[in-house]
């Protein structure tokens, strides 16, 4: 077992553990969701989106391109360390100021919120499952509640590269250049697996027919990383009065 694991309110399906998911209103290593998020949305538009790690989270995607085909999914595997976190980004939605939505120019922040959240209102049903290989396979529920994971961005800089491969492969097409973008959606990151295999399976519906499912293979190894800590060891005021080193005069000035 990962940890404890408790019934879910509304399945017979069990649900992981709470420890092993950032809530939305905690911090992940001084990063926000909303900085996450934001991170996530500009490498999924950058010049390589298969480079998956941003520093110690991996992000996921979702089916881009296939997204009006509910019989296709996108499948992709990696390898990381214990202590890696792992963003799943269930259903997503982003625009552009300047852009068209329903006929109309977006031309301010409360247009902009307004687009993304009428596409999120119209997310459903969603799903979001983590399997987890023992000898005998189990799968869990990530989250009991999927609402506590809505999450907005701020009003952003988004530098779309020219060499992206998914310029016309979303809803509406993305144009190469910097726009100021709002970004919003399902997200869930998970921290602190044990070292084992994984596969995580997500995905949902949303506005106009829109479809997306991936399923990711994920093996993590051991080797985290702990850094030794010789404090109240060698390393006290008294043992460094005691040391033969040099001192370092500093000279005070009056900045008044």
Partial sequence: ????????????????????????????????????????????LSEDPDQNQYGDILFLRGSVGY????????????????????????????????????????????????????????????????EMKYARPMTVRIVSDMELFRVESMPFELNISEKNPFLNKMDEPNYPGKHTALVSGYFILLRDLPPLSYRIRFGGYGMDGFYTESLYGIEIQSGKKKIEDLSGRNFTPLHLMQEKKKTISSSSRNLS
Avoid at 77 to 93: C, D, H, K, N, R
Avoid at 123 to 130: Q, R, V, Y
């Fill in 67 to 130: 997204h009006k085909d509910s019989s296709k999914f996108f499948q992709s595997s990696f390898e990381i360390l214990q202590g890696t976190a792992i963003l799943v980004p269930i259903i997503t939605t982003h625009y552009n100021l300047g852009e068209t939505y329903r006929g109309r120019t977006i031309r301010n922040e409360r247009q902009l919120r307004k687009a993304v959240r009428e596409h999120v209102n119209a997310a459903g049903p969603i799903w979001s499952t983590l």
């Fill in 1 to 44: 077992m990962i940890g404890k694991i408790t019934n879910s309110r509304n399945e017979d399906m069990k649900v992981l553990a709470e420890k092993y998911v950032v809530k939305t209103s905690e911090n992940y290593r001084g990063l926000s969701y909303c900085d996450i998020i934001t991170t996530w949305q500009r490498w999924l």
